[in-house]
T-cell receptor
């Protein structure tokens, strides 16, 4: 069964710290992997998309890595800010036209 | 501005009543999706549609129904047969060839008492 797991479920850190969010998937035959951001009571916004042939993608202070062989991805956030507080979701796509979603990590950045 | 709209933002219903959630997009996307989000769980796919007048069941379609009469619109009806309908419902759309690049609406929070 294709499953996606995100650990930890919640994380609270002081402003300015660098941090890493984790995503693991059981079936390594992925098409691509995405990281999304969700603010409370809102929809989702795509942050980074990594194709299966890529190792990492960067956007500003965000860097996402992909290790297909170990079934893992990490989202690195540098110099965290209170505005980064949100829930971060990982989604894996396979060739069956569906996304498999993790439950998310709720991130709180304390001023 | 292109995007997806969902209405209403909050919806309250009594048990036993059917309720319809609206989703409209002006991105000219062929594919549209309905997801359910519960605390501590990932998004679960209810229904999706790749073309007008056609749709497929997702992982948790029981107790739900949809229609796709227009490319821009994909309403979801939560029927009285849905055992636990209280949840946050998200609509999304994508192009056919890049199904993984999904654009999301702001969501509707449904509370059934």
């Amino acid at each position: 069964k294709q499953e996606v797991t995100q650990i930890p479920a919640a994380l609270s850190v002081p402003e300015g710290e660098n941090l890493v969010l984790n995503c693991s998937f059981t079936d390594s035959a992925i098409y691509n992997l995405q990281w999304f951001r969700q603010d409370p009571g809102k929809g989702l916004t795509s942050l980074l998309l990594i194709q299966s042939s890529q190792r990492e993608q960067t956007s500003g202070r965000l860097n996402a890595s992909l290790d297909k062989s170990s079934g893992r991805s990490t989202l690195y956030i540098a110099a965290s800010q209170p505005g980064d507080s949100a829930t971060y979701l990982c989604a894996v796509s396979y060739s069956n036209y569906q996304l498999i979603w993790g439950a998310g990590t709720k991130l709180i950045i304390k001023p | 501005d292109g995007g997806i709209t969902q209405s209403p933002k909050y919806l309250f219903r009594k048990e036993g009543q059917n309720v319809t959630l609206s989703c409209e997009q002006n991105l000219n996307h062929d594919a549209m999706y309905w997801y359910r989000q519960d605390p501590g769980q990932g998004l679960r796919l209810i229904y999706y549609s790749q073309i007008v007048n056609d749709f497929q069941k997702g992982d948790i379609a029981e107790g739900y129904s949809v229609s796709r009469e227009k490319k821009e619109s994909f309403p979801l009806t939560v029927t009285s047969a849905q055992k636990n309908p209280t949840a946050f419902y998200l609509c999304a759309s994508s192009s056919m060839d890049r199904y993984y690049e999904q654009y999301f609406g702001p969501g509707t929070r449904l509370t059934v008492t």
